[in-house]
């Protein structure tokens, strides 16, 4: 099987690659692998579950060293954090090119450190390292988990019918941050400096888990999932693989926020399909949407109801620009060309 894709995998290669995979028989596991579950859950056999997620983090060039460290929490956290329990611990590894000072290596480590304490989390453990073949810092993997009282979480993979879908933020959160910051000169003739600006300001937003946690705890929440690789549509797609039902979405119906559009028509990309860590979609209870959009209101996060959950007979569909189409498997997301062509 030959892959010349960048980034994820799609996940029927992912499920083929992976297939018959995974070690020895965990009878402890509730939640494991599969499209759209982030963390995996277990049994502890003693009245409490605990989720735990795994995530590489790397930066964008011009981003703040400060803004990697915060990154590595939040992207780790988040995974769980959809599951409706509090992220707790957090352990990570941080490889680092020949001659990186350790000055800025200090920086990361307390920047990590600093966004860690800010949401209640303790690293227990890790690993820090210089590497030949590293050319720029990256955390290899950050572990991040959490423990709840087994009736006390959720899964990605709990929509029930008639679920209305919301949204977080807008689309392509992440996606037109790290973008905006590596293009930001290179466009600066075709975008206000206004824009540009909050394009940026939006690294801050690279987060779900205030989010999750507020949703979750207004009630009526069902499942709850990250829109990463692949955007709001990949993450559609994924919810509804994990529940086994299908989707009906009206995007006509939601204005993509003008910042977003502006930069996407710039270059040339679909802001739905793009990554979008900090994007939080939600399967919440028909009676309970008023009360979830308030919860996230009052914490200043804006909600975006983009259609709901049906039966898997009727299949996905996607209404956008006065047309009906089907929900497909996401393919590469448009990031990552466009990341890159940016690193030349």
């Not at 946690?213 to 990250?226: I, S």
């Not at 690789?229 to 119906?253: I, N, P, Q, R």
């Not at 900090?278 to 979830?292: E, I, K, W, Y």
């Amino acid at each position: 099987m030959s892959n010349a894709r960048v980034g994820k995998l799609s996940p029927s290669k992912t499920k083929l690659l992976l297939a018959d995979a995974f070690g020895k028989e965990c009878k402890e596991l509730i939640v494991g692998p599969g499209p759209g579950l982030d963390a995996a859950v277990l049994d502890l056999g003693d009245g409490r579950v605990m989720a735990i997620a795994e995530d590489p983090i790397f930066p964008a060039p011009g981003l703040p060293l400060e803004m990697f460290g915060q990154f590595t929490v939040h992207i780790g956290a988040s995974d769980v954090a959809v599951t409706g329990i509090k992220p707790q611990f957090i352990t990570y590894s941080l490889l680092l090119p020949p001659g990186f000072s350790e000055e800025d290596t200090r920086t990361i480590v307390q920047s990590i450190s600093d966004t860690a304490r800010s949401l209640d989390l303790s690293i227990i453990g890790g690993h820090t390292g210089w590497y030949g073949g590293i050319s720029m810092p990256i955390v290899g993997g950050v572990t991040v988990w959490g423990f709840a009282e087994k009736d006390k979480w959720i899964s990605p993979g709990g929509a029930r019918e008639g679920d209305i879908i919301l949204m977080t933020k807008g689309p392509a959160i992440e996606a037109t941050a790290l973008l905006a910051v590596l293009y930001r000169e290179r466009l600066s003739d075709r975008l206000p400096v206004a824009t540009l600006d909050k394009l940026c300001s939006r690294t801050e937003e690279i987060t779900v888990v205030d989010d999750a946690l507020t949703a979750f705890a207004a009630g009526g929440v069902h499942a709850m999932h990250d829109a990463t690789e692949g955007g709001v549509l990949g993450g559609l797609w994924e919810m509804a693989e994990a529940c086994g039902l299908s989707v009906e979405v009206d995007l006509d119906s939601v204005a993509v926020p003008s910042d977003i559009s502006d930069f996407a028509d710039a270059l040339k990309f679909d802001p739905w399909a793009a990554i979008s860590e900090g994007t939080l979609m939600a399967a919440v209870s028909p009676d309970s949407v008023d009360r979830v959009s308030a919860a996230l209101s009052d914490k200043g996060i804006e909600t975006f109801a983009l259609g709901q959950f049906v039966s898997r007979d009727t299949g996905s569909t996607i209404h956008r620009n006065d047309n009906v189409g089907s929900l497909d498997e996401p393919g590469t997301d448009p990031f990552w060309e466009l990341f890159f062509a940016g690193l030349e």
